[in-house]
Every structure is written in C-alpha cells, then in structure tokens.
C-alpha cells in the first residue's frame, strides 16, 4: 500500500463527485425529505420519534452508500478502469480504501445534516451525545459501503446490483428491530438478525438514545460494526481480480 | 537484451473456446512491433496475456526479464485497452493526472506533457463524457504513455482517428521507440502494417506471419501487404 497512492485514489473518488452535483445533493438531502416525512407519520404520537428518528439517521446512509458504492465500483468494471487500476502500482487496498474515505467522507456529512435536522428542528431527544449518534451512522455508512462494494462483484448490469439492495439491505432492515422488537420475532429470526451487522449498529444507537454516557454495550455494538465493515472490505480485496478470463 | 516479450507455447482458453493455441513469438526490445489480423483472431488476448491480466492455460511469457504480470512489472508496462478505459466523469487533465500519481517519479507536469502528446491540449479540462469517440480513445492513450513504461501495449490506438492525427501517433509511437521504449501495437487496418518495424500477423490463435515488412512482402512476392497477408492466409490454409 501506498500513502500517496491511496490519497490520490481518495481524490480522484472526491473529483467525481465534485463533478456529479446532482448525487451529491440528493445524498445530502433525500434523507431529510424522509426524516421529515417520519416525523409527521408520527405527529400524534408523542415520543414515537425519539425512538424511530435516531435509527433512521443511520439506516438511510447504510441503504443509500451501499447502493452508490456498488454502482461505482460496476462502473470501474465494466468500463475497464478497474481492469487497467490493477496493471499499474496501485495496491487493490489503495482502491478499497480510497472509496472507503471519500464515501466516508460523504456519509460524515449525510449523517450529520440529518442528525442537525432532527435535533433542531424536530426537537429529538437522546439521553446521550448527539457525536456518537453520528460516530455510529458514519460507522454504519462505512458498513453500507463495504457490502456494496463486495456484492457488486456478483453483478455484471446494473439492473443486476440495483436488486442486490433489497436482498441485501432490506432483511437487514427488517430484522433490526426497527418495525418489532426483536426479542419478539419468531425465534429463528432473531437467530438470523444476531447475525446481520445492521443490528449492532441500531442497538448502539438506542443505547445511546437511553443512556447519558457511553455503554460498554454501545462500544462492543460499534467496534462490532465496525468490524464487520472491516471484513467486508477484505472479502472485497479478494473479489478485485487481476487476473480474468 | 534483445527481446522484451518472450512468448513460449501459449495457450488460452476462454469460456470453452481455446482462443491461442500454442503461440511462440519474440517482440524486440526498442522496436515497434505490430499485431495484426482480423477481428476475433486473438490479438487482444496475446496482449492481454503479454500485460498479465489474462488467465492462461499453459505456456509461459516473459515480460522484461520477469514473467508476465510480475508486481515489478506494474510500474514499467503501460496498457491501453481497446475500448477507452478513463474516468467519463473526470476532466482529461484529471485522469491523466490521477493515473501519473500511481507512478513513482511521474509529476502532474509529465500529465499535461501526455495530454499534449496526442493531441488533446485543447480538451483538457473537457469532462472524458463530452469528448467525441476519437478524443475518447485519445484521454485513454495519453493515461497509458504517462507512466513512461519500458512497454507500451497498445490495443488498437488508431481506430477512429483522423489521418493527420493517425500520422501524428506514428511518428510519437516511433520516436518513444528511439529513445528505447519496446511497443506492441494491434491494428486491423493494413495500410498500417507497413508503418511497423515487425509483424506478427495472427489469425484463428495462430500465427502465420512473424518478421519484417520487408520479409513478408518478399516471402509472398508481393509488394502489397494487404495482398501479401492474403497470400500467406491461402498458403498456409492449403497446408492444413
């Protein structure tokens, strides 16, 4: 790996996004139309969106980065840039990596945009630190990000990685104890939500959401998200082949 | 040393089909080499293999002293793709530039210089998106010469551009070839064929010309490549 190598990867990722104002704001703003929209849902429902509001802010950039990684990483792909990537110097880690800072990047803003406006304007209410709610959703992103850059590599169209999404993400969703607690799923689905690393990262928010300092709880859930997200870019390292047929 | 790319019984299966079937060849070093034959004969493969990015059955090539694909290798061959590989939604000035910073020692300065080289100092700061095809392949060129690579393999470079540009290219092809670079470019266009210090002419995974202009035209008795080309291809179909 190479610092410089990684930066400039890191750069270049920024630059197209510079260039592609459009998905930046809707990044930007998509999740605040829907927060907005949840906290009306709930209008007569006092207190309904203390406990939703803070799970959104870090489902909708795990749904949304994991959707926009894989279809960049399809897109260096097919248009044989990742192919002519892994003929030059470049570590495929400078790859993974340099996605992973500029996407976090993006996700740091995502989260805290959307955090400012549920604390501010719909007066959300946490016993713990409004920081650590966005330290878990950039997490969260970053988990998002890595599936998607790991599952693009079983997508050869478009139409293919945009249905990885429902399969991937919205079991995850579901199973989060976002919809039901989950203690009160049928067993083998709260079997199956242990397993999906969404889970660590909605608990650790509820903890922070009911408790005024940092849970030894929510730091295992974070460093299990975290680690996940870890993983994942590894199993992609192993998906960037540089030799094909 | 003479030869940059050693090729020793190649053998390369895609899907079920066996693309090269037993491939020999030599490509001398400071020389440019030219890979010719009809389209689906197994030039991009050769090259492919030639880069490292091809799986192979079985034979072996030989890059610079080092097997194909070697992680040494990465810093010193340059590849560019038949279909243009850059970044659509980059300026040109940025992809030249983000692939020279993958190179140790290539400067934003040597970006610009590659730019300028085939012909696009005009379109720099154009976004890849907006260019014509032609200018397209060009960005795509001018991101395999900046990393001043020992070999520049070069798939079809030529397609698509204008004559004077077309003229252009061979003259830089040739003159990075003076100053020591080994090239190996494909082509399907003939009248290309003479502007070559070498041919290897491939045709259905085999090769049935190696050598120079001068060689071939002798050895069919023509002075017409195109026509020479066709000769070879009867004599050697009346052999099998």
Known sequence: MSVKILLRTTGRVLSQLRHDRRTVAMVILLPLVLLTLIYYLFDKQPGIFDKVGIILIGVFPFILMFLITSIAMLRERTTGTLERLLTTPLHKLDLLFGYGIAFGVLAAVQASVGAGLAYWAFGLHTAGNAALVIVIAVADAV?????????????????????FMPLVAFPQVFLCGLFA????????????????????????????????????????????????????????????????? | MDNAIEVRDLVVV???????????????????TGLLGPS??????????????QKVRSGRVDVLGSP??????????????????VYADLTVRENARYFASLYPGITSADADQAIRDVGLGQAADQLVSTLSGGQHSRASLACALVGKPDLLVLDEPTVGQDPV??????????????????????????????????????REGRIIADDTPTAVRADAGTDDLEDAFLRLIRREEATV
Do not use: N
Request: with cysteine; aromatic share 6%; glycine share 10%.
């Open chain 1, 143 to 163: 988990l998002g990000m890595a599936l998607g850059l790991f599952f693009s590599a079983f997508a050869s169209s478009e139409f293919q990685a945009v249905q």
């Open chain 1, 181 to 245: 607690p989950r203690d009160q799923m049928a067993d083998w689905l709260h079997a199956l939500s242990t397993i999906f690393p969404l889970t660590y990262a909605v608990q650790g928010l509820q903890e922070v959401g009911a408790h005024a300092t940092p849970t030894a709880l929510m730091w295992r859930d974070l460093g299990i998200v975290a680690g996940a997200a870890v993983l994942a870019l590894a199993l992609s390292a192993a998906t960037l082949r540089r030799r094909t047929d």
């Open chain 2, 14 to 32: 895609r899907g079920r089909r066996e693309v090269l079937h037993g491939i020999t060849t030599s490509v001398p070093a400071g020389k440019v």
């Open chain 2, 40 to 53: 689906g004969s197994g030039k991009t493969t050769l090259m492919r293999a030639i880069v490292g990015v």
């Open chain 2, 68 to 85: 194909a694909g070697s992680p040494a290798l990465r810093a010193r061959v340059g590849y560019l793709t038949q279909a243009p590989s």
């Open chain 2, 165 to 202: 540009l077309r003229d252009e290219l061979w003259q830089r092809f040739h003159a990075l070839a003076a100053a020591g670079t080994t090239l190996v470019v494909s082509s399907h266009v003939m009248d290309e064929a003479g502007r070559c210090d070498r041919l290897v002419l491939v």
